[in-house]
């Protein structure tokens, strides 16, 4: 496919920030019919399918759950988007007793004056692995937030570039949301350009470019990187069902995902009967010759195939591991067998850079006390994955780590929750998106004070003035009524126990009120009682 002239980037972008500054892209009624549109062409389109078959060849069953999160967080967020979009109240203080106090989020409608604001004008949004989701899936939170996008597809999954160079134009609004194809540079042109947010999915080498790039405007990136997920086997796991799971998810899209189990580190008391497992699983996924099963996919082009088979090569060299199952390839057809290799070091080859394929590398360990000082040598993962029936040991693990999501007894599972934020830490990424985390990263929150102008507005205000404000009653005066006292262990149980007795009491009212509305007096009973009470009572 033919790259887009640079001259032409330039333009684009110049374009984009026309139409925000008209503000068609701030009302609600656009945002609803862009995600409507997003929605409708994931779920019916066949061109959306046939180009994952091409890219990865993809089954339909891995097609049906990469597009079922998308379609799932457009949804989502046509539901929520009056909901998230209003301000929200700030505390207030005597100063600011009759004023409008609130935070704005702008990039949403606000209802109050009846307009609108956004953050992105424009956005740039760019994809480097899982071809369909992870190019949508940002953009459902762009649009929510009534965005100008910039998408930017990755130039090795051919089919799905394609696919959205022509779909992208016939479905969206084309004066608002823009297709940029080529290579590097395309890219680095991109990047030498001012946008108000960038959306990077990829390697973390190209991460920190795409970083250093965007300090060089101020502009704030949002960046999931991925990296060395590891996956802790407990002694005390269903062997089979712990097996099948991880096997699920590490070969899905065979491999090529980026919270992918990437490491398996199996208490010593169950490795060899969790290897026997893992390759029974395997082999009831895609056969004993899964080189023809149609389940099975392919790595995205040549070179990263290369990649994996040197890896591969070099960790069965190693003579304290073994070769358990799989290594089979094809360079021509872009094939790797799922592969399984025992006897792991933390120094081998399998466990240098993120594996990004269908390669299990498993490392045995003591005891959980092991399996956290290897992810705590290691840069801080995108996903965290503990395999136990011991809530005590899966806690141990949570606590004493940091990735960017964890999951207890599964794998991937999370990116199907459309509401829960995602996104790395450290080396692995950072800020998130998915549902309102989503909405908020292509949104600013602008605090708003609206003061009054009248007689009590001044006189309070005029505590403030000098030299009033430095006279000693004046500076008692004012620090009574709006400077803070540290607050007393007595005050911090109210605050956190008084709602729930309040609601409580309240509950215990209405309860009362009913039991009396039930005598044989009915209402009148109870007002006679109440009229008793406070006649007694004066």
Not at 32 to 61: C, M, P, W, Y
Not at 278 to 300: G, V
Not at 324 to 338: C, K, M
Not at 372 to 379: H, L, P, T
């Amino acid at each position: 496919m033919p790259s887009t002239p640079l001259a032409d980037i330039d333009s684009t972008v110049a374009y984009l920030r026309r139409t925000f500054e008209t503000n068609k892209t701030k009302s609600l009624a656009w945002r609803i019919d862009q995600l409507s549109r997003l929605h409708n062409f994931l779920d019916t389109n066949e061109a959306v399918k046939e180009a994952l078959r091409k890219d990865l060849n993809k089954s339909d069953g891995e097609i049906a759950a990469e597009l079922t999160g998308v379609i799932n967080e457009a949804a989502t967020a046509i539901e929520k988007l009056h909901e998230w979009t209003k301000p929200y109240k700030n505390e207030k203080s005597i100063a600011t007793l009759t004023d409008r106090v609130e935070t704005q989020l702008l990039g949403t409608f606000n209802p109050r004056d009846n307009n609108t604001h956004n953050l992105c004008s424009p956005c740039w949004i760019v994809v480097m692995d899982e071809p369909v989701q992870l190019m949508f899936g940002p953009m459902v939170a762009a649009l929510a937030a009534g965005c100008c996008i910039v998408l930017k597809p990755s130039e090795v999954a051919s089919a799905t570039e394609a696919l959205i160079m022509e779909w992208v134009p016939k479905t969206f609004d084309t004066s608002a949301i823009r297709v940029v194809v080529g290579g590097v540079a395309e890219t680095t042109r991109l990047l030498e350009l001012k946008f108000d947010q960038i959306f990077y999915t990829g390697s973390g080498n190209v991460g920190k470019i795409v970083m250093a790039a965007a300090a060089k405007q101020l502009t704030p990136v949002v960046l999931e990187l991925g990296g060395k997920s590891p996956v802790y086997i407990h002694h005390d796991v269903n062997i089979a069902v712990a097996a099948k799971r991880l096997c699920w998810a590490k070969t899905m899209n065979c491999g090529q995902v980026c919270i992918a189990p990437d490491y398996v580190m199996v208490h010593k008391q169950i490795v060899r009967p969790f290897i026997e497992a893992m390759k029974l699983a395997l082999k009831e996924f895609y056969t004993s010759n899964p080189k023809t099963s149609p389940e099975y996919a392919r790595i995205i082009n040549k070179g990263h195939t290369q990649r994996l088979i040197n890896v591969l090569m070099r960790q069965i060299k190693e003579k304290h591991c073994k070769l358990e199952i799989g290594g089979e390839n094809s360079l021509d057809e872009r094939f790797i067998a799922p592969t399984i290799v025992s006897g792991v070091k933390v120094t081998d080859p399998l466990m240098e850079d993120e594996i990004f394929g269908p390669l299990i590398g498993v490392i045995e360990v003591d005891n959980e006390d092991e399996a956290i000082r290897i992810i705590k040598s290691r840069d801080r993962p995108l996903a965290l994955y503990v395999s136990t029936q011991d809530k005590r040991v899966a806690n141990k693990i949570l606590d004493n780590t940091l990735s960017g999501v964890a999951l207890v007894n599964d794998y991937a599972i999370n990116m199907i929750v459309s509401d829960m934020p995602f996104g790395g830490v450290g080396a692995s990424g950072m800020g998130a998106y998915h549902g309102h985390a989503g909405f908020r990263t292509f949104t600013h929150e602008r605090g708003l004070v609206w003061r009054q102008m009248d007689a009590m507005s001044e006189a309070s205000h005029s505590l403030l003035y000098p030299p009033l404000a430095s006279k000693p009653r004046v500076l008692k005066f004012v620090r009574a009524l709006m400077q803070k006292k540290l607050p007393t262990y007595w005050g911090l149980v109210l605050n956190r126990y008084l709602p729930a007795l309040w609601k409580y009491f309240v509950y215990w009212l209405v309860f009362q009120f009913g039991k009396w509305v039930g005598t044989e007096n009915g209402i009148e009973g109870v007002l006679a009682k109440v009229a008793l009470m406070f006649a007694k009572s004066s």
